[in-house]
Every structure is written in structure tokens, then in C-alpha cells.
């Protein structure tokens, strides 16, 4: 049960972190119990532990994505498929509901074995992000801690409104639906206030108001009556407006900020999700492969512009910004999580070190479980990575890890299979 990681080089996951080597690791169970210099550690104390030997390889927090729709592959494919019939078919009978169970476990393994030790779902099916988090937690299938969220509240018309989001009519029955997805005791409560980039209807406006403030409020103060904290998909200056006055603690994507907006998220002390990687697709992929249409790119230009300006912003700000993928959207597979960290540096202009740094511990304050992971910390879930070379100077050791290891289980060399079409784009645009 007990474990000591030899020979590897820390970064622990805090602001500051700075390569620390001749340290050991020793783990009992899921808990970090010990990190001490090699001296300082006897023979007894190792007595009863498996050596792990990191031969000089670099451990640090397991990755935290904060932005997840587990039921997606993140596949591109020319046609848009519809969500909504593709949800309906998985609940038709026992044999596709089953079937949706076991794709939503294949992708949360695929996000473990990319080095994601912890998930927050913000949409997903009715409760399979809760019953993937019940049978992650119970040891019957291997997978990242889920924050799950299950079905998202939306309005008919609205992002993702009746395959991952309900569609609420009124403010009331908005609070209603949230009451609604308590009963299955999620972590956090979504709701889809503005479109997106393929629901614009014209050139200039991605990201349009669909959710009424008051179904904003009425839903907001249902869900932290209920102690949930709520995250809010907007792609829209106006959006941001009306889901901080809402009273929303996270925005997801966001927007080009002004002030007022700035001065919202303080007065709320609201976060940023950024989620740049699969806004790339309509703004940096060739059209002849993304067969986008002149309203896709100039809109995707829009929302991509606006989440790297909102992240900016807020940095500066000193509103805390947290980092997600979106992944099951198409161009983020859930195994990508590393690249949006690539696209904080390339994007943001911030340096490696402070792009872990968010990914890390940021995210788990942000997600309010920093007392538990985040960082390599004596107490703390052992959620570790370790990467072959020094990912503060080249990021893209992170692509193929060395090990993964979650609440104390170590995975060796862990394999995924991946997309070679997104795989080879991705490696061209995001140079840095
Ligand atoms: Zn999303």
C-alpha cells in the first residue's frame, strides 16, 4: 500500500514552484504522507514500500480539467451532427443506455492516462456524469476524480437545449430544473446562458443572450440555496453582464471585457474558465479541411479573441482564471487537456511555470478542492504526473507521460490512441 518515489525532480504545483531534486515521495493508500530529502529518509521508513525509481524524471500535481463534456469525442467531422437525436437514441433501450455507460468510462480513462487526475463536467447526460463518479469512486472502473455536473439548464432555442440542457420556460421552472438535477447530488450546477459560435445566426453576434436574467437569478439563487456553485457558458460581453448580476461563480469561455464587467467579477468574486484549444478550429484551421463557412470563421475569430482577452483581463485583474478544454466538443479530444496549457503560453503570453501553476493548483482553489489536490503536499491525494523532461521548458513532454498516478494507484507509461488528423494540426498551429 505504501509507495516511495525515488530519483525524480519536483514541482509541486504552487505560483512559485522550482525544480526540486533529491527529494522522496512516499505515499500510503491515496495520501501523500511524506516528502523529505533522500538523507533525511531511513532504511525503516522505506522498510515496507514498493520503490517507485522516477529515473530523473520530473512529478508534479496531476492535471485538473476544469471544463469537460464527458460523453463527446472530440472528433471533427464536416457534418454537424445533431445532439439532440444522438441523445435520444442512447435512451431509447437498455442496450444503448448501457452502451453510453461504458463510452462515458473509456473517456474518463482516456483523460486519466493524459494526465488528467481530476474532471469537472459542465453538461453532460441526464445523471451519467454522477453515476461515472459513483462508480470511479466505488473502485469498479478506473477514471479522474469527477466534479460532475450532469444536464445543464438551457432555454428552448439555446445552447445545447434538450440533448445536454434542459430547456427551461420560465424563471421558476429554471430553479425548478435545478432542483431537479440535486436530486442526484451533483458537484455543480450549469446552465447555458448565450449561443455559440455554429448557433449565430449572422456574422459579428456568436455568443447572443439566449437565457433571461431572471431565469439567470431564479436558477443561481436555487443553487446556492442548495449549496452548489454555479458555471455559466457564455460566449458575449452582454452575456458576461447578465450572468455575473445572476450571481454565477464561474464563466466558462467568456468574452472581451469592459470595465463594468471587470468590476462585476470582483463585486461577485466570480473565476474565468478559459477553454482556447477548440476555438482554434474556425479561426487557425484551413477551410478546405474544416469546411467552415465565412460566418464560422469570422465568428470563431470573435469567441477565440474573446476567451484569450477574458483570460488576459482577468490575470491582470487579479481575478482568478482557470483552464479547461471543452473537451468532447469537436477538435478536443479528452485527452488534449495539456495543449490548453500550450495555448495559455502561446495566447496569454504567460510562462510555463504559471500555466502549471493554473492548471493545478489554480483550478483546485478555483473548484474548491485545493485542501485535497492540486498540489505535492504532505496530506494531499496523491494525484502526481511525471513527465520524461522539464515541461517549464518544453511543454510538450506533456503530450506522452511517463506515469500517472491517481489517489495512490500508479499507471506506467501510459497509452492512449489518438486522432492523427487532430493530433497533426494541433502540432502545427500550437508552436511556440
Ligand atoms: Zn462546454
Known amino acids: ?130 453515476a461515472l463518479r459513483s462508480r470511479i469512486e466505488a473502485g469498479k472502473v478506473l477514471g479522474p476524480r469527477i466534479l460532475a455536473s450532469n444536464m445543464a439548464v438551457s432555454v428552448p432555442g439555446g445552447h445545447m437545449a434538450g440533448s445536454l440542457a434542459y430547456e427551461a420556460t420560465s424563471p421558476d421552472e429554471a430553479a425548478e430544473y435545478v432542483r431537479l438535477i440535486a436530486k442526484d447530488s451533483p458537484d455543480l450546477i450549469k446552465l447555458m446562458i448565450t449561443g455559440g459560435v455554429l448557433d449565430a445566426e449572422e456574422i459579428g453576434s456568436p455568443g447572443i443572450v439566449k437565457m433571461p436574467q431572471e431565469y439567470v437569478n431564479a436558477a443561481c439563487d436555487q443553487a446556492h440555496k442548495l449549496g452548489l456553485p454555479v458555471a455559466a457558458h457564455v460566449e458575449s460581453l452582454e452575456g458576461v453582464k447578465v450572468a455575473l448580476r445572476g450571481g454565477v461563480d464561474t464563466i466558462e469561455h467568456g468574452a472581451t471585457l469592459d470595465e463594468e464587467a471587470v468590476e462585476l467579477f470582483k463585486i461577485h468574486g466570480a473565476s474565468h474558465i478559459q477553454t482556447i484549444l477548440p476555438t482554434q478550429y474556425f479561426s487557425k484551421v484551413d477551410r478546405e479541411f474544416t469546411a467552415a463557412s465565412d460566418k464560422d470563421v469570422a465568428n470563431g475569430d470573435i469567441v477565440m479573441e474573446g476567451v484569450i482577452n477574458c483570460a488576459k483581463t482577468c490575470l491582470k485583474e487579479g481575478i482568478p482564471v482557470g483552464l479547461g478544454t471543452d473537451a468532447g466538443c469537436p477538435f478536443s479530444p479528452q485527452y488534449s487537456f495539456w495543449r490548453e496549457l500550450v495555448c495559455m503560453v502561446k495566447y496569454v503570453g504567460v510562462t510555463p511555470k504559471q500555466a502549471l501553476y493554473h492548471a493545478t493548483l489554480g483550478n483546485a482553489r478555483i473548484a474548491n478542492i485545493d485542501e485535497l489536490t492540486g498540489s505535492i503536499e504532505e496530506g494531499k491525494c496523491a494525484d502526481m504526473i511525471v513527465t520524461y523532461d522539464n515541461p517549464l521548458e518544453n511543454m510538450n513532454t506533456l503530450g506522452q507521460l511517463k506515469m500517472v498516478i491517481v489517489r495512490g494507484d500508479l499507471i506506467r507509461d501510459p497509452k492512449i490512441k489518438k486522432f492523427k488528423d487532430i493530433e497533426r494540426i494541433l502540432d502545427d498551429i500550437l508552436v511556440i
Open 1 to 130: 500500500m505504501r509507495k516511495a518515489y525515488l530519483n525524480g525532480i519536483i514541482l509541486d504545483g504552487t505560483e512559485n514552484m522550482e525544480p526540486k531534486a533529491g527529494m522522496v515521495i512516499i505515499t500510503d493508500c491515496d495520501r501523500i504522507v511524506r516528502i523529505a530529502p533522500k538523507d533525511e529518509i531511513d532504511a525503516y521508513e522505506l522498510r515496507d514500500c514498493e520503490i517507485v525509481n522516477l529515473g530523473g524524471g520530473y512529478i508534479m500535481p496531476g492535471l485538473i480539467n476544469m471544463h469537460v463534456h464527458i460523453p463527446g469525442s472530440g472528433k471533427i467531422s464536416k457534418e454537424t451532427s445533431d445532439t439532440k437525436k444522438v441523445v435520444k437514441l442512447m435512451m431509447s433501450n437498455p442496450i444503448t443506455r448501457a452502451y453510453g455507460h461504458r463510452m462515458y468510462n473509456k473517456f474518463a480513462l482516456q483523460a486519466l492516462l493524459s494526465g488528467v487526475t481530476t474532471e469537472r463536467s459542465v453538461g453532460g447526460i441526464r445523471s451519467y456524469d454522477t
